[in-house]
């Protein structure tokens, strides 16, 4: 049986595309396609997805305890990430996600990242 471990760590943002625009811009499914390093990679299958609404920098101290044990679990504005393991057309596994923090005033929506490359190992590859 095969499993999954990191290749390598990427960490970029990325332009993504959909055939159909998601229903919510702050919740997205997984897209279509995305551009990275001069390459364009067609998403073939969803591999799992989980989501991370922990709070990071100062607004993880703008809230109190009993309010952020609530965040934590269901999210709120401009906090969290949406994670998608992606099997691409080249045969490629990537990890990939939407953050929700806005980029500025003018600019509220979100943005996507490149988070890692995956390669799949066998049980007795994993020393």
Do not use: C, H
């Given at each position: ?57 100062r ?14 679990r ?54």
């Amino acid at each position: 049986m095969a499993n999954l471990k990191p290749l390598r760590f990427i960490g970029q943002e990325i332009q993504v595309e959909f055939d159909q625009q998601p229903a919510l811009r702050k919740k997205p499914g997984l897209p279509d396609r995305f551009s990275w390093d001069g390459q364009t990679f067609q998403t073939v299958s969803l591999l799992s997805e989980w989501q991370d609404f922990k709070r990071r920098g100062r607004m993880a101290r703008n809230m109190r305890p009993e309010n952020a044990a609530k965040a934590l679990r269901r999210g709120s504005w401009g906090v969290g990430r949406f994670y998608f393991r992606v099997l691409t057309d080249q045969g490629r596994i990537f990890d990939l996600y939407y953050d929700r923090a806005p980029r500025n005033a003018g600019d509220r929506t979100g943005s996507w990242f490149l988070d890692r490359e995956m390669v799949r190992v066998e049980d007795s590859d994993q020393a």
